[in-house]
């Protein structure tokens, strides 16, 4: 099942899990969502590494596209209160307003 079928339109991938592995887990949640956050970061960053893999498990991908693609991510990704050095919410998170208008 797509997530777009249940009504939620991510922009480009979400995290799920279910309340019972969040209760007797989450040092486990807390650890995904961490190297998550962490290969978003080294993405956004420099995606070469990254944008060769995916090259080579689909060659219809031009190196152009890919970049192309991650130029695009990038302020999606981490917006740019997000980027902000006064910042106080970290790339990766939304505020409660936010998820309202993605419910909608």
């Known amino acids: 099942m797509l997530v777009a079928d249940l009504g939620f ?6 995290l799920v899990t279910s309340e019972s592995l969040l209760a007797s887990r989450p040092e486990l949640v807390a650890r995904v ?5 962490r ?3 080294q993405y956004l960053r420099d995606p ?3 944008n060769a893999e995916i090259r080579a498990r689909n060659t219809e991908l031009s190196p152009e596209i ?4 991650a130029a695009a991510l990038k ?3 981490a917006p740019k209160a ?3 050095a006064r910042s106080t919410r970290p790339a990766g998170r939304r505020s409660p307003i936010s998820w309202s208008t993605w419910a909608s």
């Open 39 to 41: 290969g978003w970061e």
């Open 9 to 14: 339109n991510p922009y480009a991938s979400v």
């Open 33 to 37: 969502v961490a190297a998550t956050l």
């Open 82 to 84: 997000a980027r902000s």
């Open 66 to 69: 890919l970049a192309k693609g």
């Open 48 to 50: 070469s590494a990254a």
């Open 75 to 77: 302020p999606l990704a």
